[in-house]
């Protein structure tokens, strides 16, 4: 049985928790031909194709100059090369959906799944590590996932609340009924049943608490992970993240892609996370409803979900470098 929320601040600290110091694609065409781009970037693709059919969401950029991408299909990991644009699936998909990626230091690959829960998978051997159920009710949808040292974190679209898996000192995975649940609570309201509220997240500069984007109102929060506790982030003038999907934060720099706008608004935050200030929004004409971003050298990198366009084993998709 897994603790309560209560039971959750009792027994994991703030400091371990937020990280202190420390269609089927088995025959789709792979390393499809990319754009090649010119000027500054040299041969660097700005467009890279990916299978058919694949239907992406989430994005992740290690260390290398590979992306990983996971299908909203069948739920398979697809690594695309950022030099040439050439890849292939590197873990064939259980036939559940991958949403959020987040990729560690040790070549694990935590997985948001939907309705599934999430899992682990070893990139380089495409071995399933570790599955979690992770929501203790109906409906669910693990929509989005961050990583501490200590803590992988997930987004719950369906429900007002957030999972976490406590990773081990070395990184060990927990057992299977070690998932523990955070409510939330404070200013947040959670919309209708359907509605996609929590989804991108990750978290202050200064660490000291996350942050979550709540698509459905448009509202950046900050959340206390000991407690569950939100507030509004005072983002000034700025118009509401009705859209907002994926989060990346690059020091006091929030990325926030706003997927059926076309769109990545750019805040400075303050280092506390409780106010930011609007830059630029980045926009490019081969967006095609972008959900997720990485970063990699001094471009960002989004897969174009198309969620308005009917999804078929035909369906082209692609993922869209920009400058940073």
């Not at 299978?51 to 992740?60: K, L, Q, S």
């Amino acid at each position: 049985m897994a603790p309560t929320h209560g039971s959750f601040a009792h027994s994991l600290s703030r400091r371990r928790l937020l990280g202190f110091g420390a269609a089927t694609l088995g025959a789709a065409p792979l390393g499809t031909p990319a754009r090649a781009s010119t000027g500054a970037t040299g041969t660097r693709p700005d467009v890279i194709a990916l299978p058919d059919g694949f239907r992406p969401e989430g994005i992740a950029v290690g260390r290398g100059p590979y992306a990983y991408l996971g299908s909203l299909g069948d739920g398979s990991i697809y690594r695309a090369d950022l030099r040439t644009g050439e890849g292939r699936i590197v873990s064939q998909g259980p036939g559940t959906s991958s949403v959020g990626l987040e990729l560690d230091g040790r070549g694990r690959l935590f997985v948001a799944g939907r309705d599934a829960g999430a899992r682990v998978v070893d990139v380089r051997s495409g071995e399933i590590l570790a599955s979690y159920r992770l929501a203790a009710t109906t409906p669910t949808f693990t929509n989005d996932v961050f990583l501490t040292p200590r803590t992988a974190w997930f987004t719950d679209s369906y429900q007002p609340r957030l999972h976490a898996l406590p990773l081990g000192r070395r990184g060990e995975l927990p057992a299977a009924d070690d998932v523990v649940r955070l409510t939330l609570s404070g200013d947040w309201v959670q919309g209708a049943e359907g509605s996609v509220n929590a989804n991108g997240i990750t978290r202050t500069p200064d660490g000291s608490a996350l942050l979550v984007v709540q698509s459905g109102v448009g509202a950046l929060h900050r959340v206390d992970a000991r407690t569950g506790v939100t507030r509004l982030v005072d983002l000034g003038d700025a118009a509401p993240l009705t859209n907002g999907d994926g989060l990346l934060r690059v020091g006091r720099t929030l990325y926030v892609v706003q997927n059926r706008q076309n769109a990545v608004d750019v805040f400075t935050l303050a280092a506390d996370g409780r106010s930011g200030v609007f830059r630029r929004r980045i926009t490019d004409p081969d967006f095609d409803v972008p959900t997720t971003v990485a970063r990699w050298g001094d471009r960002l990198y989004l897969p174009n979900a198309r969620f308005t366009t009917t999804p078929t084993p035909d369906t082209p998709y692609s993922v869209v470098a920009v400058p940073a």
